[in-house]
T-cell receptor, first 113, second 110 residues
Framework: EAQVTQNPRYLITVTGKKLTVTCSQN?????MSWYRQDPGLGLRQIYY???????DKGDVPEGYKVSRKEKRNFPLILESPSPNQTSLYFC???FGAGGSPLHFGNGTRLTVT | AQRVTQPEKLLSVFKGAPVELKCNYS??????LFWYVQYSRQRLQLLLR??SRESIKGFTADLNKGETSFHLKKPFAQEEDSAMYYC????????????FGTGTKLQVIP
């Protein structure tokens, strides 16, 4: 089944403890991206990647890192999480060509205390 | 800079009534516009995109470049349409930066 898989679905951590949220797609998509969803703010793009080893900042990249060493994987790294990063995170992928729809993962609900 | 505005946070309509979810955008080039839907406890999924000019689940959306709008419409609302709807924009020719609106929650009252 074609899908985008995120792990974990729920994560509770403490301020400053490094964490990684994984994202994997099995559709051979070139484009992958991360979003955070907050009430009243909708979805905001954190980082995106056009292909392996090609990444760029979205609208809210501060406090996040990404890497794209393989086409299928695009992990989101929080080196030193803070409470303002408590949010619902979505990974998405697409073929990247104009008009290609985004395929979303199920989301990761992160709480930083 | 590109921007997407969805002015209504919540839209409540009765079953069988027409629905119009508003979306306005700001972008200097040629945009690709989409509507995504998120049903309760589910992932976001594509509803429709302007380049395909199709009707999905009875919904349609027309790109009006003069008014820079991409409103989502359905003539008769169904209870199963209750969900969160997001309008999104990306530059034509690629997904370099996708901008979403803040979303509109559609509530269909039985």
């Amino acid at each position: 089944e074609a899908q985008v898989t995120q792990n974990p679905r729920y994560l509770i951590t403490v301020t400053g403890k490094k964490l990684t949220v994984t994202c994997s797609q099995n559709m051979n998509h070139e484009y992958m991206s991360w979003y955070r969803q907050d009430p009243g703010l909708g979805l905001r793009q954190i980082y995106y990647s056009m292909n392996v080893e090609v990444t760029d900042k979205g609208d809210v990249p501060e406090g996040y890192k990404v890497s794209r060493k393989e086409k299928r994987n695009f992990p989101l790294i929080l080196e030193s999480p803070s409470p303002n990063q408590t949010s619902l995170y979505f990974c998405a992928s697409s073929f990247g060509a104009g008009g290609s729809p985004l395929h979303f993962g199920n989301g990761t609900r992160l709480t930083v205390t | 800079a590109q921007r997407v505005t969805q002015p209504e946070k919540l839209l409540s309509v009765f079953k069988g009534a027409p629905v119009e979810l508003k979306c306005n955008y700001s972008y200097s080039g040629s945009p690709e516009l989409f509507w995504y839907v998120q049903y309760s406890r589910q992932r976001l999924q594509l509803l429709l995109r302007h380049i395909s000019r199709e009707s999905i689940k009875g919904f349609t959306a027309d790109l009006n470049k003069g008014e820079t709008s991409f409103h989502l419409k359905k003539p008769f609302a169904q209870e199963e349409d209750s969900a969160m709807y997001y309008c999104a924009l990306s530059p034509a020719g690629g997904y370099q930066k996708v901008t979403f609106g803040t979303g509109t929650k559609l509530q269909v009252i039985p």
